[in-house]
């Protein structure tokens, strides 16, 4: 009597979940496997579904007024900086997209560096951080417990006790490794930190689903950082799988408001706080007025998994759909949406030149061995694929047509556009972007083109483990 009813309340249960996942209209390509997952795993695909499948579109996480109070700032000093140039400042369908979607102003950048070894940026960073004199605001996925952490950490203590703000923001699932020790030590010596979505039982909550992959820095509000290196030892020494190879960039200039902005954010989000914004967005200068006429330009995307647009998503696929000539992409993590692959293919067909540049071995073996299942029709549609050899491609970007990049944390898969806290750098600049083609070239001479003949004639067993892997692409 008893095993019939719970067999019957078990698919009540089971349907009621597919009804739930139908209803929230998600993407085809994701509901699918959640509906087949639900429906052969016993009790573990609903488990899953409830701990890993919700959806936060929906869902607001900060208070509109204190989402326009800190957001209005960067507004203002766009009609500050750029009066000259209103006219000129959305006239492109991604600079529009970008101001509708994400809520982002156009805003110049002073001086802008590139890093893409991990000596370069922290040397850079470490003496920043030691020149600071009024704040340090700082948000990292992972912060590990090695010595470049430990380094930074001293140099944080020590501006902490001398009276400067140091706020620190790290993923809780990101730095799992980093002992309690290394959070209370840090803590003692005046320095304020948080965990982002703090995970208490992580087989028990979805909250382990969505992390914050940003990394980002703001110094006194007039120095930024922003890229795809974590605060670890492996982006100097590298690892077993070698080096890894990524790219990060320190801004100056009116653009630094559009991090501090998003830090702001991310701050009142994890500690229910509210700072004073005019303490934290450095005055502008009398000569920082006189922009030229074509000054290099930034916008901000926080890619978020709440809210209606999936905004990195919008933003890439615009920005291929309206190159002309050529793109060239870095991504470690290639699992892109149907949106993204349809762009992809369609511009090559097109006539636009495509290269593609991924890791020949990876960190996460399940997520690589799907993205190979990709690389067949994009090598149909004409674009050059390579895959890097000199270690771990860990570099997120794409140049095109010679004059803007996009660079951050956000990878070409569907974690980054639908369930991270991502960061996207929409950068409008001829000298940065020949630089970061120059860099693309140089990565080329470490790489090796994948023969699209000798690709199709890999064994069939693996490409069906390929192919079954790709079926979970937007879970993984």
């Known amino acids: 009597m008893g095993s019939p009813l719970f067999i019957a309340l078990y698919w009540l249960i089971v349907l009621s979940i597919v009804l739930v996942i139908i209803a929230e209209n998600r993407n085809p390509l994701k509901t699918v496997p959640w509906i087949v997952i639900v429906l052969l795993l016993p009790v573990v695909g609903i488990v899953l579904y409830i701990f890993f499948g919700e959806d936060l579109r929906h869902v607001r996480i900060i208070d509109r007024r204190v989402y326009s109070r800190i957001t209005y700032i960067p507004f203002v000093m766009q009609r500050r900086l750029l009066a000259q140039h209103s006219k000129e400042e959305y006239k492109t369908p991604l600079r529009r997209i970008v101001k509708k979607v994400a809520n982002s102003p156009l805003l110049p950048i002073t001086s802008l560096s590139i890093y893409t070894t991990g000596e370069e940026k922290f040397s850079a960073l470490i003496e920043d951080l030691k020149a600071a004199n009024h704040h340090i605001h700082m948000e990292y996925y992972s912060f590990m417990n090695d010595t470049i952490a430990t380094t930074i950490a001293e140099i944080l203590k020590e501006k902490a006790k001398k009276g400067i703000r140091v706020r620190v923001i790290y993923d809780d699932v990101g730095s799992w490794r980093t002992k309690k020790k290394f959070w209370r030590a840090l803590r003692k010596a005046g320095v304020e930190t948080y965990p982002f979505m703090r995970v208490f039982f992580p087989l028990l909550s979805s909250r382990v689903n969505y992390r914050n992959h940003r990394k980002l820095v703001v110094i006194d509000g007039k120095i930024g950082y922003f890229g795809g290196m974590n605060v670890a030892d492996k982006y100097i020494q590298g690892d077993k799988l070698g080096p890894w190879r990524d790219t990060h960039f320190r801004i100056t200039g009116g653009a630094v408001y559009l991090l501090q902005s998003l830090f702001i954010l991310d701050w009142h989000m994890v500690s229910q706080c509210v700072l004073t914004v005019r303490d934290y967005f450095a005055p502008i200068q009398k000569n920082e007025t006189d922009i030229p006429s074509n000054p290099p330009l930034m916008q901000l995307i926080a890619g978020e998994p709440v809210g209606k647009w999936r905004t990195i998503e919008q933003a890439i696929t615009t920005l291929i759909m309206n190159a ?67 270690g771990f491609l860990h570099s997120k970007m794409i140049v095109v047509d010679g004059k803007v990049t996009a660079s951050g944390s956000a990878n070409l898969d569907f974690r980054s556009f639908e369930h991270n806290f991502e960061l996207l750098a929409l950068l409008y600049d001829t000298n940065t972007a020949s630089k970061l083609e120059q860099i693309f070239e140089r990565d080329l001479q470490n790489s090796k083109k994948v023969d699209p003949q000798s690709w199709g004639k890999r064994p069939f067993t693996k490409r069906f483990v390929e192919s079954v892997m790709r079926l979970f692409s937007p879970l993984l």
């Open 324 to 390: 002309k000539e050529r793109i060239d992409i870095e991504t470690p993590y290639l699992l892109p949406t149907n949106n993204l692959n349809n762009a992809l293919i369609t511009a090559a067909l097109s006539g636009v030149k495509i290269r593609l540049l991924i890791p020949s071995k990876s960190d996460v073996p399940t997520v690589h061995l799907a993205s190979l299942s990709y690389l067949g029709d994009l090598m149909d549609a004409g674009i050059e694929i390579y895959t890097y050899e000199k």
